[in-house]
């Protein structure tokens, strides 16, 4: 039986919300929230390096600094908090218009949140997000994370003076709806 070298495996866990009831809805098993802090004290105990994941949608946007705080307060072992832009492919896809959370004009929750479990040491970073979507302020922690093969650009990136850098978008993001502040960045 061959160990898993803990060093150099690192663990993506989803975790959308600090309140139960909005977790579990977003998985779709109730009891999900619960079983997820069981299997993450377990992991906490076997010293796993644990990067958790929230996709950012309208049922946990305005959750997302309790789930910061809780994060901090509770569970200041992780390694990385990555809240990530919603794709538009499966579950997405069907229920893109009540789910998708416009980040370029609400960024200021997303802010507060990131800067609150940065400033208790935890690395934090925006997955999925276009740069032009993001504060300045920001933008440094948001890397380039979608695959070259999924990843598109629209006419709004033409002369961006950060496209070079810039995870542009998923291929089938769909242009009629999502972002209502984009543009080159100059």
């Given at each position: 039986?061959?160990?898993?070298?803990?060093?150099?495996?690192?663990?993506?866990?989803?975790?959308?919300?600090?309140?139960?009831?909005?977790?579990?809805?977003?998985v779709?098993?109730?009891?999900?929230?619960?079983?997820?802090?069981e299997?993450?004290?377990?992991?906490?105990r076997?010293?796993?390096?644990?990067?958790?994941?929230?996709?950012?949608?309208?049922?946990?946007?305005?959750?997302?600094?309790?789930?910061?705080?809780?994060?901090?307060?509770?569970?200041?072992?992780?390694?990385?908090?990555?809240?990530?832009?919603?794709?538009?492919?499966?579950?997405?896809?069907?229920?893109?218009?009540?789910?998708?959370?416009?980040s370029?004009?609400?960024?200021?929750?997303?802010?507060?949140?990131?800067?609150?479990?940065?400033?208790?040491?935890?690395?934090?970073?925006?997955?999925?997000?276009?740069?032009?979507?993001?504060?300045?302020a920001y933008?440094?922690?948001?890397?380039?994370?979608?695959?070259?093969?999924?990843?598109?650009?629209?006419?709004?990136?033409?002369?961006?003076?950060?496209?070079?850098?810039?995870?542009?978008?998923?291929?089938?993001?769909?242009?009629?709806?999502?972002y209502?502040?984009?543009?080159?960045?100059?």
């Open positions: 039986m061959r160990l898993i070298d803990r060093g150099r495996v690192v663990w993506g866990v989803p975790l959308y919300s600090r309140d139960p009831a909005i977790h579990d809805e977003i779709g098993k109730v009891g999900a929230h619960m079983q997820l802090l299997n993450l004290a377990f992991m906490c076997l010293g796993a390096q644990i990067e958790l994941r929230t996709v950012l949608m309208r049922p946990n946007a305005h959750g997302l600094p309790q789930l910061a705080r809780f994060i901090a307060s509770t569970l200041p072992f992780i390694r990385t908090w990555a809240v990530m832009q919603m794709e538009n492919i499966g579950f997405g896809r069907m229920n893109w218009k009540t789910l998708f959370y416009d370029s004009e609400g960024f200021d929750i997303v802010g507060r949140s990131i800067d609150l479990v940065r400033s208790r040491g935890i690395d934090a970073w925006l997955y999925n997000f276009p740069l032009c979507t993001v504060p300045g933008r440094d922690l948001a890397p380039a994370t979608i695959s070259d093969w999924k990843r598109a650009y629209r006419e709004e990136c033409d002369g961006c003076s950060l496209k070079a850098r810039c995870g542009g978008f998923f291929e089938w993001h769909p242009a009629n709806h999502g209502s502040n984009l543009g080159a960045i100059q």
